[in-house]
């Protein structure tokens, strides 16, 4: 499909076909295009909890405000971001340095860096990742899309309680919850939006 089809025909839907299953050949084709996200220094901090035992899928609707479509979707996938600047730091920049973006000592500077950020206080931390793991998730979205896929992106949850139910470590942010499956009824007609005169500024607010 083409890329102006593909974000024209994606909607958010609620309304799953329980008994479509997702295969994990397509979760593999698809998270092999998420991994193609862009993020600061190339530092991927995303990860994701792919649920799609129906009792724990129970479990994560449960703690987001009972959502119907947690459960009725194939699969929900937690999203989630590291907030520690420097867990991929050693293999991502010697790679760059490897492959001749910088050398070596500015490689070690930047690994040196990433442990500096880590301290940083924790709303830029949160800020940090969820900037990169956001468009982590609207690749995922988008790819599903064209693999003719259906999703719909989540923030009603209760980030604490999706933490302890799922076993996710204190540094990492949860960002979303992405439903993906079948729909099984159309969306209705898509939902108003601001136009380009409103939300475009020309060279300053
Ligand atoms: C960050 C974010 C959080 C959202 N949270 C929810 C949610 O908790 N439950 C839900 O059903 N839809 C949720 N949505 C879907 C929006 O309602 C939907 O994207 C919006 O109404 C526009 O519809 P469309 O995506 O079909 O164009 C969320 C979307 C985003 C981007």
Known sequence: MDTKKVIQERRSVHSFDPNKKVTDAQFKQLFDLVKL???????????????????????????????????????????????????????????????????QGTADNLKKQMKDWDQRDETTKRVWTTRSTALAAMTLMIAAQDMGLATCPMEGFEADKVKKEFGIP?????????AIGYEAKSPLPRVWRRGYEEMVHREKF
């Open 170 to 178: 204190e540094h990492y942010e949860v960002v979303m919850l992405i």
């Open 37 to 103: 996200s862009p993020s600061g220094y190339n530092l991927q901090p995303w990860e994701f909890i792919v649920v799609r035992d129906a009792a724990n899928k129970e479990r994560l609707k449960a703690v987001s405000y009972n959502q119907p479509h947690i459960a009725d979707a194939s699969a929900a996938v937690i999203v989630l971001g590291n907030k520690l600047a420097s867990a991929h730091a050693v293999d991502n920049f010697d790679d760059w340095a490897r492959k001749g973006y910088f050398d």
